[in-house]
């Protein structure tokens, strides 16, 4: 459509005009704080920034419109499109920059800039005075300046359309499944890289020593040292990182395998929801918004078995509602899911049965079912160590049911459903995908999960694991069911899916930002960041060298530092290093009857014990006492 000469050279009056304006603006921002730097100053320079940034856009826009279906791309109007990007990149990298700065606790309006991220936004003022230059003589001479001829840039992006439609098409499993893993993957190595070398997590160090421990000692079946105490530990994981712990340290494999296991759990993630909707593109979409969603990204914080739990527990309930495989892999998948972890066990104990339940309803072969539940419960049973539990108002309970406080645990529970899994639960139970199998796994997770809430007398210990391992399992249905939502719902899926990703953008730059929202979860870390913070981490770490090198016959620590003390003594007995799970400064009297060093962040006070404290080390955060009988 050929626009009118009158009317064109009004739009490109405005077009100017609007640069101008902007200018002034950028500008008067810039002499303000040059003559008076205040916070005041600079907070007005960022909204004066903003104002030239989009009035600028806007002459472009209209620059654009005019000229791009008459006019060679060859001509002066591309330099406007020049500067936009340039302009684009100035005002977002600034913004961006000075947020991360700050840990996101800067606003994108009203910036507080960093002195990295000045020279940037000063930058939106310079591409504004370059962007009047080409919009000047638009305005003089009707038309821009030709250098060659070309075809038009309607014509070029014309043509574009299909090859960049067909480059950038994910719309297949060889694109979609790479470019779940690759998201996911980066998504979870920026905190890892961010705070290189220490890891991610509280528990992640303890799951360091224990490797270590695992390669001195590869029997998966026997106890393991585990926080104090002895344990049978699911055994999957050790096995897994058995060989690249060998080849790079147990260190280096903990690094490692959160990033490359979260894009794992993004691929089985979006191989379900494309089976479960005919599409990859909504298979990748779904897979991306699972790898934002909060609870999934917390349990790669430091749940690290459970993690690859969460893996196989997917990809045996798409292999399940999917028919994807046959009975052989998908009872295998089972038993690999609970040699996983207990939680992920128990899930594969109630799809077992279910599964079996099916199998002699349709009169098909029990075996492979059967094989998979008597292998899970077992293995429950054996993580558990008893098949009863003793119970004070039941007399027994079967394994890894415990009481707890109604008026303590409850509210937790119902806080962890409304905060943690509502945005989950909602869509999917809408949602008209019915995978059966993901159905029964989820409804025994949060049977189990909400037990406080329903028997607080006879509910699962640690039920908050099993609330957020519905999270993994429920999320491809879910985000499914938000992305078919019709056309008057869009609007509703659109906030749900942005309500999914706004916390966790926070969550995984490790700002506060996100810390009375997981304050309102259990066992839940303010933001994707290590255990403590880096420096007191570096401490530790030296007074656990030192502590452990030290040879004594026995240790006690806190557990924060008995986590770095288990790194540097391998396949400790309870006896040989004990945590000291009280936070008291008080002697216990039950670890005095050998020489036995201390180490507490408080000064240790003997209390009601007989025993000489010798000071070992007390000028640091942790202190170090030598406790004789």
Known sequence: MRVRPCSKRLQLLAAVLM??????AGLYGVLAFKDNPSLDTI??????????FALTLAAVAINVKVFSASHSVASTYVLNLVYAVLLLYARLASTLQSMLDYDLMNPPVGTVYTPRALPLALLVVVLSALNLVPSLVHLLLSRPVALADAYTLHQVLERAKPTL?????????????P????????????????????????????????????????????????MGGMRHIPPLLDIVLALPARLAGAWLAFKLYPPIAYGALAAVTCVFAARLSKDWRKGYVASLLSALYILNLRISWDYQRQLLGSILLLATLAALDTAALGPLSKATLLVLTALSHEVTAFAAVAVSAYWLWEALKRREKPAPPLVALTASTLLELWYWGAPVTPNPYTQVVPPGLVPYDYYSEAPQTLAYLVAGLAPLLLPASLSRHKPRYTAVAALALLLAGTSPLI?????????YRFLIQVSPILAPVAFLALLETRADGRLVAAALAAAVALPSAYYIAGSPMTSKYAS???????????????????????????????????????????????LYMRNPSP??????WSSSATLPCNITVTPTLIVTQGELQRGPCNATIVPVDTNATFKVYLVKP
């Open 43 to 52: 907070v007005r320079l960022d909204y004066l920034l903003w104002a030239d």
């Open 520 to 566: 309102s979860i259990r066992e839940f870390p303010y933001a994707m960041v290590p255990g403590n913070a880096p420096h007191v981490l570096a401490e530790m770490n030296k007074t656990a060298w030192l502590v452990a090198a030290g040879n004594h016959t026995a240790i006690a620590a806190e557990p924060s530092i008995a986590r770095f003390i288990h």
């Open 455 to 463: 028997a607080p007398y006879t509910a699962a210990a640690t039920w």
């Open 575 to 580: 006896q040989q290093l004990a945590w000291l």
């Open 19 to 24: 640069n101008a304006l902007g200018l002034l």
């Open 179 to 226: 470019l779940a893993f690759l998201t996911a993957f980066i998504v979870r190595l920026y905190p890892e890289l961010k705070y290189w070398p220490w890891h991610v997590g509280w528990d992640t160090v303890e799951y360091v020593a224990h490797l270590s421990d695992f390669l001195e000692k590869p029997n998966p079946f026997a106890p393991h040292y585990w």
């Open 165 to 177: 439609a067909r480059r950038l098409d994910i719309g297949t499993p060889r694109r979609a499944i």
